[in-house]
């Protein structure tokens, strides 16, 4: 240890560090190695700012946050730390992150080192890229002051950039941006300059939004980025060092993000806004009246650390007495039992978009995957369950997804961490359906769809929910994106080609949620060979002309294949379906007869032929009145035969797991 100290001695403000007997830790700034404290001065004393790191997907945000870990020496920097904050399998074997994390990182330049100051506490939380997730990320940007944008040097602006930026810009966060992957040939920071501009609006005179240029992947500009967190953020209003705020009144703390421990029980993940709150103390919740003593209270460094006390401006988990994981209502404003205080803005609860059966292959593993749905379901708070029946899948659950991507990251933790078999019925959104009556309703499962014969005389309108979709994609694949577009009901709203010899170009159409939620992003990906990118907004329900589309077989209706969509494609639809089920049923003694229906009307058509013995191999001669003979015999067994089946045919569970493959390939 002495070694130590001494290799350290040479650095500016080492003895004063030693002076004031704060613990060997490394810090990093431009390079060098610098002294930091941990756990001898308390956690609640140290100056805090929190910011976030928002980005479209696969734009290195992660690997930036494991850099930014490393250079405050939060994890060891011994190369093998890859995405450190992505601790669910799915995160890992994806490159995406799902579920948000928090962490807290001391960090002390060689300015403060100089001056004898103690470090800055920067509390680090992580959110999801997609915009299936956008409601986590506004959880998270609203208990933070700052965020980082990250962008792609080698592609500039992407969708999802302009969507996190906006979502930033209204929870009034300053941004910093960050041009990462500038180590690469195809890198063009000029280019992306322009873009933050001329697309996002930003001000490049101010020095505030000047960008910093790193590679996540090397390390360099890392330390910069550091240091802009610092001058570039104002700390929370108000914040004082020391625990002379504790007991003090007037203790207010927004409830972000909350998830069940089988060991520690509910932990909630809060942001204390006002005041302080230490062991022991006794909090209540504004939102149910409930009270609770707080147990223990601490940060993640990265690792969960115990601390006596959190104050104004930090970012902490909080474990009480709360029983029931839905008593930490995401929003929520807890506060000192006992005091008179105001609610904090809360969150717009997140609806589900896309809905789906889930079923096991094995009907008599049911009680298993419920068990393992309601496992996951019970930290994943914008997840909907509702028990469902279907003739031929059996008991399953019917649950509602904020998109596909989350539908299909959802699908692969049941397979992953609980090794469930599962069939997916294919997604479809809530349609509002109004009655001449005046009364309205959401209807999400198809089979509960009003028939045509309905329609006509109980049915007002129906009407679909449309988003605002935005589009950015290279010159060359302009009239690819449009084509696309049009094929799915789309109408464009704006369209703007940047300037100043770039290639970019942002569009924006309004487009059915529907049409989005079941192979648009495949066929976006393959249109542009992977170089445009889309977003979407929620928009407002507009009146469509839709459908439901059935299935027959035998004249036996199928339930499990029932579908929702606009009338001008019940026909294409109902004729890919109708062949699926085709290749998939087993011939019979008897022919099948499968049809595709809208209403008392067949759209399409196809038959399964019987196995036919040749009665006649064995006749050589003769009238022909004798192989006619043998043949109508033939046709009256099998008709018997018919008839003593009534008609039905067993579909087996495989030939369903062959026709509903929704397992979605998202970018």
């Not at 020496?73 to 890859?82: A, E, L, Q, R, V």
């Not at 004898?116 to 998270?140: C, W």
């Not at 109408?491 to 309004?510: A, R």
Request: net charge neutral; charged share 25%; with cysteine.
């Amino acid at each position: 240890m002495a070694s130590v100290r001494n290799s350290l001695a040479s650095i500016v403000g080492t003895q004063r560090c030693l002076a004031l007997k704060w613990p060997v830790r490394r810090c990093f700034h431009a390079g060098k190695q610098v002294l930091a404290s941990k756990q001898d001065i308390p956690f609640d004393q140290y100056e805090s700012r929190s910011f976030s790191i928002i980005a479209h997907i696969d734009h290195g945000k992660s690997t930036l946050a494991d850099r930014l870990l490393e250079r405050t020496n939060t994890i060891p920097s011994d190369g093998s730390n890859k995405q450190v904050l992505d601790k669910l399998k799915v995160e890992r074997e994806r490159g995406i992150t799902v579920k948000s994390q928090a962490v807290s990182m001391l960090y002390r330049d060689a300015e403060r080192l100089e001056k004898g100051l103690p470090p800055i506490l920067l509390n680090l939380i992580d959110t999801p890229g997609h915009v299936d997730f956008a409601y986590e990320v506004r959880r998270s940007l609203s208990v933070c002051q700052s965020a980082l944008l990250v962008v792609d040097a080698t592609q500039g602006i992407q969708a999802q950039s302009i969507s996190v930026y906006k979502i930033a810009k209204q929870c009034g966060l300053t941004v910093i941006p960050v041009l990462n992957k500038t180590d690469l040939p195809a890198s063009d920071p000029e280019r992306c300059t322009r873009q933050l501009h001329e697309i996002l609006g930003m001000d490049m005179s101010d020095p505030n939004n000047e960008p910093l240029l790193v590679s996540a992947k090397t390390g360099n500009g890392v330390d910069d980025v550091l240091k802009a967190l610092v001058t570039r953020t104002k700390p929370a209003p108000g914040v004082h060092h020391g625990i002379e705020q504790r007991g003090k009144p007037g203790f207010r703390a927004l409830v972000f993000d909350s998830w069940y421990d089988r060991y520690k029980g509910v932990i909630a993940l809060i942001s204390i806004v006002d005041g302080a709150v230490c062991k022991g103390d006794t909090v209540a919740s504004y939102h149910t009246g409930k009270k609770y003593e707080v147990l223990d209270l601490g940060i993640n460094n990265p690792e969960a650390v115990s601390t006596p006390i959190l104050r104004k401006g930090q970012v902490g988990w909080l474990i009480s007495s709360m029983k029931e994981v839905a008593e930490a209502n995401i929003g929520d404003t807890f506060y000192r039992a006992g005091e008179s205080v105001e609610p904090l803005p809360g969150f717009r609860p997140a609806l589900p978009t896309v809905f789906a059966g889930i079923f096991p292959t094995d009907k008599s593993e049911f009680l298993k995957l419920e068990d393992a749905i309601q496992r996951l379901a019970i930290n994943d708070r914008s997840i909907t369950m509702q028990r469902e029946s279907m003739t031929a899948l059996g008991q399953g659950y019917r649950l509602g997804f904020l998109g596909t991507l989350h539908l299909d990251v959802f699908r692969q933790r049941l397979e992953d961490e609980y090794s469930r078999e599962i069939l997916v019925t294919t997604p479809t959104v809530p349609f509002r359906i109004t009655y001449r009556d005046g009364t309205q309703a959401l209807c999400s499962n198809p089979i509960e769809f009003p028939d045509e014969s309905i329609r006509k005389t109980h049915v007002e309108k129906i009407e679909e929910p449309y988003v605002i979709g935005s589009l950015v994609c290279p010159e060359e694949y302009t009239g690819a994106m449009m084509e696309l577009c049009a094929e799915h009901r789309g109408e464009q709203l704006d369209i703007e080609f940047s300037t100043g010899g770039d290639t970019q170009v942002y569009m924006q159409y309004q487009l059915p949620l529907a049409e989005i939620v079941t192979d648009f992003f495949d066929k976006l990906k393959s249109r542009s060979s992977g170089f445009a990118s889309f977003d979407y907004e929620d928009g407002d329900y507009m009146q469509s002309d839709l459908v439901k589309l059935r299935f027959l077989v035998a004249n036996a209706p199928v339930d499990a294949l029932e579908l929702v969509l606009h009338r001008s494609k019940a026909t294409y639809f109902g004729r890919i379906w109708v062949q699926r089920l085709k290749n998939a049923i087993p011939r019979q003694q008897f022919e099948i007869k499968i049809q595709a229906c809208v209403g008392s009307k067949v759209l399409a058509s196809e038959t399964v032929r019987a196995y036919r013995k040749d009665v006649t191999a064995g006749l050589y001669g003769g009238h022909y009145e004798r192989k006619l003979k043998h043949l109508n015999k033939q046709k009256e067994g099998k008709k018997r035969l018919k008839a003593m089946s009534l008609g039905r045919v067993q579909v087996p569970q495989d030939a369903f797991i062959q026709i509903l493959d929704t397992r979605v390939k998202q970018n």
